[in-house]
């Protein structure tokens, strides 16, 4: 069974841009969660999705936003891009409701210049 | 306090020894434990979950779950140099509905 896969793995992007980043998740799995992992604050929580509605959402500005289609595959967006926002980005699925384990992908690798 | 905390490290043992690596939560709500291992440039994998109280043991990993004094650990027993990494306890359930919480990670050496 394939992992959960993420694209695109490293982006560049120039202050004040958008992005884009995409995660497929493990056939089968219908809850999606996004992280964003940095050095300074380690692995934090932006949101999750199950069955296409977003069920939790974590302390992140409304430039970060997410939405999963009807496949489960879910897309994040990030806009007006700051220096911060360079960071890992984790996708994750799990196979259940609620309280499962998550199963992460590569990560996508953002860098603000 | 922090919600997940973890034992400060790194942790440094030899080839062939037992780690542990110990973690405490502030939610006594929570209701699932896992811990991932991360190496340098790649992605948590999950290594470990427990749901109830006492010890869960696979291969040469057994985590211990003590929800009364809100405590997990993770002991690896005869430690390799490929158990180097990072380890992350992640915590759920309670209020956070779909949302792993972590701690800061401890990192672990085993050297020969």
């Known amino acids: 069974k394939a992992g959960v896969t993420q694209t695109p793995r490293y982006l560049i992007k120039t202050r004040g841009q958008q992005v884009t980043l995409s995660c497929s998740p493990i056939s089968g799995h219908r809850s999606v969660s996004w992280y964003q992992q940095t050095p300074g604050q380690g692995l934090q929580f932006l949101f999750e999705?199950?069955?296409?509605?977003?069920?939790n959402k974590g302390n992140f500005p409304g430039r970060f936003s997410g939405r999963q289609f009807s496949n489960s595959r879910s897309e994040m967006n990030v806009s007006t891009l700051e220096l911060g926002d360079s960071a890992l980005y984790l996708c994750?699925?799990?196979?259940?409701?609620?309280?499962?384990?998550?199963?992460f992908g590569q990560g996508t690798r953002l860098t603000v210049v | 306090q922090k919600e997940v905390e973890q034992n400060s490290g790194p942790l440094s043992v030899p080839e062939g020894a037992i780690a542990s690596l110990n973690c405490t939560y502030s939610?006594?709500?929570?209701?699932?434990f896992f811990w991932y291992r991360q190496y340098s440039g790649k992605s948590p994998e999950l290594i470990m979950f427990?749901?109830?109280?006492g010890d869960k043991e696979d291969g040469r990993f057994t985590a211990q779950l003590n929800k009364a004094s809100q405590y997990v650990s993770l002991l690896i027993r005869d430690s390799q140099p490929s158990d180097s990494a990072t380890y992350l306890c992640?915590?759920?359930?309670?209020?956070?509905?779909?949302?792993?919480?972590f701690g800061q990670g401890t990192i672990l050496t085993v050297h020969p």
């Open positions: 939610d006594r709500g929570s209701q699932s």
């Open positions: 999705y199950f069955s296409e509605t977003q069920r």
């Open positions: 994750a699925s799990s196979p259940r409701v609620q309280d499962t384990e998550a199963f």
């Open positions: 427990i749901y109830s109280n």
């Open positions: 992640a915590v759920t359930g309670g209020t956070s509905y779909g949302k792993l919480t």
